[in-house]
């Protein structure tokens, strides 16, 4: 195998996953470590519990995730979730609706759809997508969930042309179902702003991630059953120090399954998760530094 480890190091990735855990010397642009972000909030009453609980435990939220798909919003609604984000100096992420699960897939609602996950299927959804960008960038926003590595290209395309704004963010979801360094390298070649690596990744497969690429890595800290339930909070200050800069991802254990719609009771538990997981890095990694409310290359909407 070591013929083969020295064609992964000719072409900048780690030749192993790193169980030396080395240190990552990383940062955010501001300096931070790392980012408290919470996904699958998915309406304006969960995110405002969200964002009204965590201001009363002192917990800043940095980054939230809409998962639900921006199709399946009213106008009216997704500008409630801009305003908020506005208000709490909140990154916002809205998903691209269009998607396999959506779609007349029959491949998607059987055992094997884990293959397709959120991916799209024929030109008329990529086209669909695009729309769906469109429309949630037309009303403000400037961060977007991405599940499709052809789309990301032909977005990150549209931004450099000027088509879509230059300051428009693209998240890679976990739902994409990558976890290796070379993914992780694909997807920073074409565009992405952070990655999100599938959820169950260990400390060593993680530290070779940060060896590989320079955008933050996303990192759960917490899952719903749906997708493992596993709660890694004391492993939090561990994915810090390696994997910085990194979005810590907060709050989907106090949830059934990704992609449900969430409210209120929802929003208050999983600003009680971040608060866990912050005060966690307080505890035992009391150097690392998080980024304040609205730093400057965070994607709020406009």
């Known amino acids: 195998m070591e013929a083969t480890r020295a064609s992964l190091k000719k072409l900048g990735l780690p030749d192993h996953d790193l169980y030396e855990l080395p240190s990552s010397t990383m940062r955010f642009p501001d300096g931070a470590h790392f980012r408290i972000e919470v996904p699958t909030v998915n309406s304006v009453e969960c995110m405002q519990a969200l964002l009204e609980t965590a201001k009363d435990l002192e917990v800043v939220i940095n980054r939230i995730d809409e998962t639900y798909g921006i199709m399946r919003h009213i106008d009216r609604e997704l500008m409630r979730f801009i305003d908020l984000a506005k208000q709490y100096k909140v990154e916002l992420n809205l998903s691209i609706g269009p998607r396999a699960t959506y779609d007349t897939s029959a491949t998607a609602l059987t ?48 931004r450099k042309s000027g088509e879509l704004p230059k300051d428009l963010k693209f998240k890679v979801s976990a739902h994409t179902g990558h976890g290796n360094p070379a993914s992780a390298k694909l997807f920073e070649n074409l565009g992405a702003d952070s990655f999100n690596p599938v959820r169950d990744l260990q400390l060593p497969m993680i530290a070779a991630l940060r060896a590989a690429i320079k955008i933050p890595l996303d990192v759960h800290t917490d ?42 009771k929802e929003g208050k538990k999983e600003a009680e998760q971040a608060w866990l997981v912050v005060n966690t890095m307080k505890r035992y990694m009391p150097s690392a530094i998080q980024s304040k409310a609205g730093a400057q290359d965070l994607a709020i909407p406009k």
Request: glycine share 16%.
């Open 111 to 158: 055992p094997q759809g884990a293959r397709i996950g959120y991916r799209l299927r024929g030109v008329e959804q990529l086209v669909r997508a695009i729309e769906d960008v469109k429309r949630a960038v037309g009303l403000g926003t400037r961060g977007i969930l991405v599940y499709d590595e052809g789309l990301l290209w032909v977005l990150n395309e549209m």
């Open 223 to 264: 899952n719903p059953p749906g997708s493992g339930g596993f709660i890694r909070t004391y492993e939090a200050p561990e994915m810090v120090r390696i994997g910085a800069p990194i979005h810590l991802k907060c709050g989907n254990s106090a949830i059934a399954a990704h992609g449900e719609v969430t409210g209120a």
